[in-house]
Protein backbone atom coordinates (compact mmCIF):
# COMPACT_ATOMS: atom_id res chain seq x y z
CA UNK A 1 0.00 0.00 0.00
CA UNK A 2 1.83 3.44 -1.26
CA UNK A 3 0.54 5.44 1.08
CA UNK A 4 0.20 6.94 4.44
CA UNK A 5 -3.39 6.20 5.66
CA UNK A 6 -5.16 8.96 7.29
CA UNK A 7 -8.40 7.57 7.59
CA UNK A 8 -9.62 3.57 8.05
CA UNK A 9 -13.23 2.39 6.34
CA UNK A 10 -13.89 -1.01 8.34
CA UNK A 11 -16.04 -3.33 6.85
CA UNK A 12 -17.95 -5.23 9.65
CA UNK A 13 -19.97 -8.77 8.58
CA UNK A 14 -20.61 -12.15 10.79
CA UNK A 15 -17.81 -13.96 9.59
CA UNK A 16 -17.12 -17.58 8.10
CA UNK A 17 -15.93 -20.61 9.39
CA UNK A 18 -12.27 -21.56 7.69
CA UNK A 19 -11.93 -25.32 9.18
CA UNK A 20 -14.63 -27.37 11.89
CA UNK A 21 -13.03 -25.34 14.97
CA UNK A 22 -13.57 -22.02 13.60
CA UNK A 23 -17.06 -23.24 13.20
CA UNK A 24 -17.48 -24.63 16.76
CA UNK A 25 -16.03 -20.92 17.30
CA UNK A 26 -19.02 -19.11 14.75
CA UNK A 27 -22.04 -21.27 15.90
CA UNK A 28 -20.40 -20.74 19.72
CA UNK A 29 -20.23 -17.02 19.60
CA UNK A 30 -23.00 -16.32 17.54
CA UNK A 31 -25.80 -18.02 19.73
CA UNK A 32 -23.92 -16.55 22.72
CA UNK A 33 -25.10 -12.84 20.93
CA UNK A 34 -27.83 -11.49 23.01
CA UNK A 35 -29.09 -10.13 19.69
CA UNK A 36 -29.82 -13.68 18.70
CA UNK A 37 -31.04 -15.34 21.27
CA UNK A 38 -32.27 -12.51 23.07
CA UNK A 39 -32.60 -14.15 26.47
CA UNK A 40 -32.34 -11.84 29.84
CA UNK A 41 -30.04 -14.10 31.61
CA UNK A 42 -26.46 -14.36 30.27
CA UNK A 43 -26.58 -18.50 31.77
CA UNK A 44 -29.33 -19.42 30.73
CA UNK A 45 -27.89 -18.16 26.34
CA UNK A 46 -24.54 -19.54 27.36
CA UNK A 47 -26.89 -23.12 28.68
CA UNK A 48 -28.88 -22.98 25.21
CA UNK A 49 -26.08 -21.92 23.04
CA UNK A 50 -23.86 -25.14 24.46
CA UNK A 51 -26.85 -27.14 23.66
CA UNK A 52 -27.52 -25.85 20.17
CA UNK A 53 -23.99 -26.23 19.30
CA UNK A 54 -23.69 -29.51 20.41
CA UNK A 55 -26.50 -30.56 18.77
CA UNK A 56 -25.71 -29.16 15.45
CA UNK A 57 -22.03 -29.02 15.06
CA UNK A 58 -21.82 -32.27 12.68
CA UNK A 59 -24.63 -31.75 10.57
CA UNK A 60 -23.24 -27.83 10.30
CA UNK A 61 -19.64 -29.50 9.54
CA UNK A 62 -21.16 -31.64 6.51
CA UNK A 63 -22.96 -29.02 5.06
CA UNK A 64 -19.67 -26.89 4.89
CA UNK A 65 -17.89 -29.94 3.36
CA UNK A 66 -19.98 -29.70 0.52
CA UNK A 67 -18.65 -26.40 -0.55
CA UNK A 68 -15.21 -27.26 -0.32
CA UNK A 69 -14.88 -27.35 3.61
CA UNK A 70 -14.43 -23.31 4.64
CA UNK A 71 -17.10 -20.42 3.59
CA UNK A 72 -16.15 -18.29 0.66
CA UNK A 73 -16.94 -15.01 2.36
CA UNK A 74 -13.44 -15.10 3.59
CA UNK A 75 -11.71 -14.87 0.31
CA UNK A 76 -14.19 -12.94 -1.47
CA UNK A 77 -14.28 -10.02 1.68
CA UNK A 78 -9.82 -10.47 1.48
CA UNK A 79 -10.30 -9.33 -2.59
CA UNK A 80 -12.76 -6.27 -2.24
CA UNK A 81 -10.61 -5.08 0.86
CA UNK A 82 -7.69 -5.45 -1.73
CA UNK A 83 -9.51 -3.96 -4.10
CA UNK A 84 -10.14 -0.89 -2.06
CA UNK A 85 -7.35 -0.27 -0.75
CA UNK A 86 -6.29 -0.07 -4.66
CA UNK A 87 -9.00 2.75 -5.53
CA UNK A 88 -9.13 4.79 -1.97
CA UNK A 89 -6.47 7.54 -1.52
CA UNK A 90 -5.38 8.07 2.19
CA UNK A 91 -7.85 5.57 3.33
CA UNK A 92 -6.63 2.26 4.40
CA UNK A 93 -9.60 -1.04 4.65
CA UNK A 94 -9.89 -3.66 6.81
CA UNK A 95 -12.44 -6.26 7.83
CA UNK A 96 -14.08 -7.37 11.05
CA UNK A 97 -15.85 -10.44 11.86
CA UNK A 98 -18.28 -10.72 14.56
CA UNK A 99 -18.42 -14.53 15.18
CA UNK A 100 -14.51 -15.46 13.26
CA UNK A 101 -11.41 -13.81 13.15
CA UNK A 102 -10.79 -11.43 12.46
CA UNK A 103 -11.83 -10.10 15.41
CA UNK A 104 -12.52 -6.37 16.31
CA UNK A 105 -9.50 -6.26 18.70
CA UNK A 106 -6.85 -7.33 15.93
CA UNK A 107 -8.29 -4.50 13.60
CA UNK A 108 -8.27 -1.80 16.58
CA UNK A 109 -4.55 -2.85 17.51
CA UNK A 110 -3.70 -2.24 13.72
CA UNK A 111 -5.52 1.20 13.76
CA UNK A 112 -3.93 2.33 17.13
CA UNK A 113 -0.18 1.28 15.79
CA UNK A 114 -0.96 3.25 12.45
CA UNK A 115 -2.23 6.51 14.19
CA UNK A 116 -5.40 5.96 12.75
CA UNK A 117 -8.43 8.12 14.65
CA UNK A 118 -10.48 8.58 11.73
CA UNK A 119 -12.97 5.49 11.40
CA UNK A 120 -15.71 4.70 9.12
CA UNK A 121 -17.65 1.54 9.99
CA UNK A 122 -19.49 -0.14 7.23
CA UNK A 123 -21.76 -2.49 8.05
CA UNK A 124 -21.89 -5.07 5.10
CA UNK A 125 -25.76 -5.35 5.55
CA UNK A 126 -27.73 -3.39 2.97
CA UNK A 127 -30.63 -3.47 5.21
CA UNK A 128 -31.13 -2.62 9.08
CA UNK A 129 -31.62 -5.52 12.07
CA UNK A 130 -30.73 -5.57 15.44
CA UNK A 131 -29.43 -9.11 14.50
CA UNK A 132 -26.91 -8.11 12.36
CA UNK A 133 -26.76 -4.63 11.82
CA UNK A 134 -26.83 -3.43 15.52
CA UNK A 135 -25.03 -6.58 17.09
CA UNK A 136 -21.89 -5.98 14.82
CA UNK A 137 -21.68 -2.18 15.74
CA UNK A 138 -22.06 -2.58 19.49
CA UNK A 139 -19.15 -5.45 19.27
CA UNK A 140 -16.90 -2.81 17.73
CA UNK A 141 -17.82 0.22 19.60
CA UNK A 142 -17.91 -1.89 22.78
CA UNK A 143 -13.79 -2.68 22.07
CA UNK A 144 -13.15 0.98 20.98
CA UNK A 145 -14.13 2.50 24.17
CA UNK A 146 -14.58 5.94 22.29
CA UNK A 147 -11.04 6.39 21.39
CA UNK A 148 -11.98 7.68 17.38
CA UNK A 149 -13.55 9.30 15.76
CA UNK A 150 -16.28 6.66 14.63
CA UNK A 151 -18.58 6.95 11.56
CA UNK A 152 -21.40 5.10 10.92
CA UNK A 153 -22.57 4.45 7.86
CA UNK A 154 -26.80 3.81 7.65
CA UNK A 155 -28.45 1.19 5.57
CA UNK A 156 -27.65 1.10 2.06
CA UNK A 157 -30.35 -0.96 0.30
CA UNK A 158 -31.79 2.67 -1.46
CA UNK A 159 -28.03 3.41 -3.15
CA UNK A 160 -28.69 3.66 -6.86
CA UNK A 161 -25.10 2.55 -7.81
CA UNK A 162 -25.32 -0.85 -5.42
CA UNK A 163 -28.53 -1.35 -6.70
CA UNK A 164 -26.98 -1.20 -10.61
CA UNK A 165 -24.54 -3.94 -9.33
CA UNK A 166 -27.28 -6.09 -8.07
CA UNK A 167 -29.13 -5.65 -11.68
CA UNK A 168 -25.90 -6.31 -12.94
CA UNK A 169 -25.57 -9.82 -11.32
CA UNK A 170 -29.19 -10.87 -12.16
CA UNK A 171 -28.94 -10.04 -15.69
CA UNK A 172 -25.18 -12.20 -15.75
CA UNK A 173 -27.13 -15.35 -14.36
CA UNK A 174 -29.67 -15.04 -17.26
CA UNK A 175 -27.50 -13.84 -20.05
CA UNK A 176 -27.69 -17.16 -21.62
CA UNK A 177 -31.48 -17.04 -21.37
CA UNK A 178 -34.90 -14.91 -21.87
CA UNK A 179 -35.38 -12.85 -18.58
CA UNK A 180 -38.93 -13.34 -19.48
CA UNK A 181 -39.01 -17.25 -19.17
CA UNK A 182 -37.96 -16.89 -15.04
CA UNK A 183 -39.58 -16.27 -11.81
CA UNK A 184 -37.28 -14.17 -10.19
CA UNK A 185 -37.81 -14.67 -6.18
CA UNK A 186 -35.64 -12.22 -3.86
CA UNK A 187 -34.83 -14.53 -0.77
CA UNK A 188 -33.97 -12.60 2.30
CA UNK A 189 -32.71 -14.24 5.35
CA UNK A 190 -35.21 -14.78 7.91
CA UNK A 191 -36.11 -13.66 10.89
CA UNK A 192 -38.21 -15.27 14.16
CA UNK A 193 -41.93 -12.54 13.68
CA UNK A 194 -41.03 -11.70 17.25
CA UNK A 195 -38.06 -9.68 16.36
CA UNK A 196 -39.89 -7.94 13.73
CA UNK A 197 -42.66 -7.59 16.39
CA UNK A 198 -40.10 -5.63 18.78
CA UNK A 199 -39.27 -3.20 16.43
CA UNK A 200 -37.00 -4.91 14.18
CA UNK A 201 -36.87 -2.32 10.56
CA UNK A 202 -35.71 -5.48 8.94
CA UNK A 203 -39.13 -6.88 6.90
CA UNK A 204 -40.15 -3.38 6.04
CA UNK A 205 -36.70 -2.51 4.42
CA UNK A 206 -35.95 -5.56 2.54
CA UNK A 207 -40.02 -5.20 0.95
CA UNK A 208 -38.94 -1.50 0.14
CA UNK A 209 -35.48 -3.19 -1.70
CA UNK A 210 -37.69 -5.14 -3.68
CA UNK A 211 -39.86 -2.79 -4.93
CA UNK A 212 -36.71 -0.18 -5.70
CA UNK A 213 -35.29 -3.40 -7.41
CA UNK A 214 -38.48 -4.30 -9.30
CA UNK A 215 -38.96 -0.54 -10.34
CA UNK A 216 -35.34 -0.32 -11.51
CA UNK A 217 -35.69 -3.33 -13.95
CA UNK A 218 -38.93 -2.32 -15.42
CA UNK A 219 -37.11 0.69 -16.05
CA UNK A 220 -34.40 -0.48 -17.53
CA UNK A 221 -36.66 -2.82 -19.52
CA UNK A 222 -36.21 -6.25 -17.72
CA UNK A 223 -39.11 -8.41 -17.52
CA UNK A 224 -39.84 -11.55 -15.40
CA UNK A 225 -42.65 -13.85 -15.57
CA UNK A 226 -43.41 -12.54 -11.71
CA UNK A 227 -40.96 -11.48 -8.97
CA UNK A 228 -41.66 -12.15 -5.34
CA UNK A 229 -40.09 -12.12 -1.87
CA UNK A 230 -39.46 -15.12 0.35
CA UNK A 231 -37.24 -16.25 3.32
CA UNK A 232 -34.62 -18.78 3.88
CA UNK A 233 -33.11 -20.18 6.82
CA UNK A 234 -36.19 -20.86 9.47
CA UNK A 235 -34.97 -22.78 12.28
CA UNK A 236 -36.87 -23.98 15.50
CA UNK A 237 -40.43 -24.17 16.42
CA UNK A 238 -41.23 -19.74 16.45
CA UNK A 239 -43.06 -18.35 13.74
CA UNK A 240 -40.85 -16.60 11.21
CA UNK A 241 -40.96 -14.17 8.62
CA UNK A 242 -43.24 -15.29 5.99
CA UNK A 243 -43.53 -16.71 3.08
CA UNK A 244 -40.65 -19.20 3.35
CA UNK A 245 -38.48 -20.25 0.46
CA UNK A 246 -39.23 -23.62 0.21
CA UNK A 247 -43.27 -23.14 0.28
CA UNK A 248 -43.01 -19.89 -2.50
CA UNK A 249 -40.63 -22.55 -4.93
CA UNK A 250 -43.57 -24.78 -4.92
CA UNK A 251 -45.36 -22.45 -6.78
CA UNK A 252 -43.11 -23.28 -9.95
CA UNK A 253 -43.52 -26.44 -10.64
CA UNK A 254 -42.54 -26.79 -14.81
CA UNK A 255 -41.64 -23.42 -14.69
CA UNK A 256 -37.76 -21.59 -14.12
CA UNK A 257 -36.80 -19.85 -11.33
CA UNK A 258 -34.05 -17.10 -10.48
CA UNK A 259 -33.23 -16.73 -6.79
CA UNK A 260 -31.21 -13.70 -5.67
CA UNK A 261 -30.08 -13.11 -2.31
CA UNK A 262 -31.26 -9.42 -1.50
CA UNK A 263 -30.11 -9.89 2.22
CA UNK A 264 -26.20 -10.55 1.74
CA UNK A 265 -23.21 -8.57 0.37
CA UNK A 266 -20.74 -11.45 -0.23
CA UNK A 267 -21.60 -15.16 -1.02
CA UNK A 268 -21.79 -17.52 1.98
CA UNK A 269 -22.75 -20.48 3.34
CA UNK A 270 -26.35 -19.59 3.21
CA UNK A 271 -25.75 -18.61 -0.48
CA UNK A 272 -23.26 -21.41 -1.64
CA UNK A 273 -24.73 -23.76 0.63
CA UNK A 274 -28.46 -23.19 1.24
CA UNK A 275 -29.64 -21.90 -1.69
CA UNK A 276 -27.41 -23.00 -4.27
CA UNK A 277 -27.43 -26.72 -2.78
CA UNK A 278 -30.20 -27.17 -0.31
CA UNK A 279 -32.96 -25.51 -2.22
CA UNK A 280 -31.89 -26.45 -5.58
CA UNK A 281 -32.51 -30.35 -4.89
CA UNK A 282 -35.74 -29.26 -3.12
CA UNK A 283 -36.43 -27.47 -6.10
CA UNK A 284 -35.77 -30.40 -8.05
CA UNK A 285 -38.48 -32.58 -5.84
CA UNK A 286 -40.68 -30.01 -6.74
CA UNK A 287 -40.35 -30.31 -10.72
CA UNK A 288 -38.66 -26.72 -10.88
CA UNK A 289 -37.04 -27.29 -14.53
CA UNK A 290 -34.35 -24.45 -14.66
CA UNK A 291 -33.46 -23.50 -10.78
CA UNK A 292 -30.63 -20.83 -10.63
CA UNK A 293 -29.14 -18.72 -7.74
CA UNK A 294 -27.37 -15.24 -8.94
CA UNK A 295 -23.78 -14.21 -6.79
CA UNK A 296 -23.98 -11.76 -4.56
CA UNK A 297 -22.02 -8.55 -5.81
CA UNK A 298 -18.57 -9.49 -3.49
CA UNK A 299 -16.01 -7.46 -5.27
CA UNK A 300 -17.82 -6.43 -8.34
CA UNK A 301 -16.11 -2.92 -9.62
CA UNK A 302 -19.64 -1.56 -9.57
CA UNK A 303 -19.98 -2.24 -5.69
CA UNK A 304 -16.48 -0.60 -5.46
CA UNK A 305 -17.85 2.07 -6.89
CA UNK A 306 -20.82 2.02 -5.02
CA UNK A 307 -18.96 2.16 -1.79
CA UNK A 308 -16.92 5.16 -2.75
CA UNK A 309 -20.35 6.84 -2.88
CA UNK A 310 -22.34 5.50 0.24
CA UNK A 311 -19.11 6.19 2.42
CA UNK A 312 -18.08 9.27 0.41
CA UNK A 313 -14.42 8.19 0.73
CA UNK A 314 -12.06 8.60 -3.12
Known amino acids: MNKTPTKALVLLNMGGARNKNELKMFLTNMFNDKNILTVKS ?18 AWENYEEIGGYSPLNPLTEKLVEK ?21 DECIKQLKEKGI ?8 YPQYSTTTTKSSLED ?53 QKIVDAGDPYEKQVNDHVE ?24 GPLKWLEPALDDELKRYKDDNV ?15 FELSIEYKEEADEIGIKD ?13 IEAIKDITKLN
Do not use: W
Not at 141 to 169: G, M, Q
Not at 216 to 235: D, H, P, T
Open 42 to 59: NLLRSFIAKFIVTTRLNS
Open 84 to 104: LNKELQEVETFQVMRYTPPFA
Open 117 to 124: KDVVLLPL
Open 140 to 192: FEEVAKNEFNLTVIEPFYENEIYNDAIINSITKEVSNARSEDFNLIFSAHGLP
Open 212 to 235: ILSQKLEKKGIKFKSISLAYQSKV
Open 258 to 272: LIYPIAFIVDNSETD
Open 291 to 303: YRVCKCVNDDDIF
